[in-house]
């Protein structure tokens, strides 16, 4: 993943204070929904570059990544102030492999997110793996205030696609709102609020749960669901759940 290509940015959305997504054209290489670019500045004389997922689905363009600007840290600072038509350069080839490939079908497709992870699972709602091989998909989106719920007519319209196949649960640990659950995310899961409210269990025998975020939550998780019988998913010995940690 160390070929660049130069890349124009060619959109820009501001959610909220420090919470971006830029849409840039780069002649990148195909990529499976799940996985990963690099973009990177060039500040004095260094490449900066880091990973970000691909919120836009393979078969659509520009590609899209989704960010929060960390104070202090070499690129996001820089990154938020891109403007349309800067340049930036892109990784030629995606990486990673936290996709549905290989992951065997199940009742239920839990999508756990915190933050801006919940790019990766866009991607992947977009394409038909996801339809075709889970009776049930629910994504569940960790945040710590409702402004932070970014993607929310992306999600309605797969909402209004999808039907019941489709739930969406918001959990802010910040504040209360009306419709999401309180909390974070492992809390819900341990008290099981989670389950009851999206009414399906997490199970060996129905589950496959993906995991992407923050490492707390991730660490956290994996207890939860290896204490439950769930074992981690490997491309040539199928288990009942993946992680990708951003940090
Ligand atoms: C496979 C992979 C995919 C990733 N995808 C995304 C993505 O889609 N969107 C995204 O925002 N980030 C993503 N990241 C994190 C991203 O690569 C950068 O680390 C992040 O944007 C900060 O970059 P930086 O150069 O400003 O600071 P860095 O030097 O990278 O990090 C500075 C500090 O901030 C912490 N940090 C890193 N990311 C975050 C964050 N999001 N929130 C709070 N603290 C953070 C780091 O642990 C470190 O302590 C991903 C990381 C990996 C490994």
């Known amino acids: 993943m160390s070929e660049w290509v130069k890349g124009t940015v060619v959109g820009k959305h501001i959610w909220t204070d420090g919470l971006y997504s830029i849409q840039v054209d780069a002649p990148m290489a195909d990529f499976t929904a799940g996985q990963y670019t690099k973009i990177a500045l060039d500040i004095g004389t260094d490449r900066v570059g880091r990973p970000y997922s691909l919120v ?4 659509d363009r520009p590609l899209e990544v989704l960010f929060n600007e960390v104070p ?5 600072p820089r990154l938020s102030e891109l403007k349309i038509g800067d340049p930036v350069w892109v990784a030629a080839q995606a990486g990673g492999i936290f ?10 497709l839990w999508l756990l997110a915190t933050g801006t992870a919940i790019g990766v699972y866009l991607s992947i709602l977009r394409t038909a793996a996801p339809w075709e091989h889970f009776k049930r998909v629910i ?3 960790g945040v710590r205030a409702a402004a932070d719920l970014v993607y929310g007519e992306t ?6 696609q999808r039907g019941p196949q489709f739930s969406l649960i918001p959990a802010i640990s910040r504040e209360t709102q009306a419709q999401a659950l309180h909390g974070r995310i492992t ?8 389950e009851e409210r999206a009414a399906a269990r997490i199970d060996p025998e129905s589950s496959h749960v993906m995991l992407c975020g923050n490492s707390a939550m991730i660490k956290d998780a994996k207890q939860i669901l290896e204490a439950r019988g769930l ?6 010995a199928p288990g009942h759940y993946s992680a990708e940690q951003y940090h």
């Open 99 to 108: 996709t549905l490939e290989s992951v065997q079908p199940a009742d239920t």
């Open 72 to 76: 202090g840290g070499p690129l996001t």
């Open 139 to 141: 994504l569940v989106h």
């Open 187 to 194: 809390d819900l899961l341990t008290s099981g609020a989670l």
């Open 155 to 160: 999600l309605a319209s797969i909402a209004a």
């Open 231 to 236: 074992v981690r998913h490997r491309r040539h």
């Open 56 to 59: 836009n689905a393979p078969q």
